[in-house]
């Protein structure tokens, strides 16, 4: 959501691409295999020529696929009589805030005003979306963020008297509590006795929901959805 999110939140619009499309050199590792970079701008029209700079191939990252990128400025402002819209009944809980499920229905009158078809969709493993994600991050966050010992490069404290003093406080000082837990959750998850129970499992449960979401989108073109359950919070406030 680190694409999307801020972007609603801040009432601009973001793009999350296809995992491979941008290449994410340069960028700190937080989760290898859920980690994408994408543009957020002021319009869909600025995000088109933005992807379009930044998509292509890049031999610097692993994951990044050689294929022929498209114009997607020219898929702008194309005429959307036809086009079948995906609205799964599960992004309308009682999470989510009366006023933004307002705001997608309202959208979704002037979708079907300019000729889209709305079909509803079940999406029975949603429930399992956020569990499954929590896991994964946090146990490649785990990996990854162990190359961050105040030694080699990034952060480096000014106190210790033995090495591991030093490694042990630059990454107390130099993590936020946030990534610490994150840390914590995802050591205890690769751990030996619950990788199986933990990890092999959630890799597993993702493969259902890919399955899921490529099954359903052969039966519409796009899936509509709110961005976020809640509005903007303050700042500082979380």
């Not at 705001?103 to 079940?122: F, H, M, N, P, T």
């Amino acid at each position: 959501g680190s694409i999307r999110q801020p972007a609603s939140f801040c009432g601009i619009v973001g793009i999350k691409p296809t995992y491979g499309l941008v290449s994410r050199f340069g960028m700190v590792a937080y989760a290898s295999s859920l980690d994408q970079a994408g543009p957020m701008a002021n319009s869909a029209e600025e995000l088109a020529l933005v992807l379009q700079a930044m998509a292509g191939f890049d031999a610097n990252d692993s994951t990044s696929v050689s294929c022929k990128i498209p114009d997607f400025s020219a898929a702008l402002n194309q005429p959307i009589k036809g086009l079948r819209i995906g609205l799964p009944s599960c992004f309308f809980q009682k999470e989510v805030e009366a006023d933004i499920q307002q705001a997608i229905r309202d959208a979704v009158k002037l979708l079907q005003y300019a000729g889209a078809e709305i079909v509803q969709l079940d999406l029975t493993l949603q429930p399992l979306w956020v569990p499954c994600y929590y896991v994964i991050a946090c146990a490649e966050a785990s990996s990854n963020l162990s190359r961050y010992d105040g030694i080699r490069f990034g952060y480096r404290s000014s106190k210790g008297n033995s090495l591991k003093e030093l490694i042990t406080n630059s990454r107390s000082e130099g993590f936020g509590r946030e990534v610490k837990r994150r840390i914590l959750t995802g050591t205890h998850v690769l751990s030996s006795g619950y990788f199986d129970d933990y990890y092999l499992q959630a890799l597993k449960i993702r493969r259902l929901i890919q399955n899921e979401l490529q099954d359903v989108l052969r039966q519409v073109d796009v899936i509509l959805g709110p961005t976020t359950p809640t509005c903007a919070f303050k700042l500082g406030e979380k």
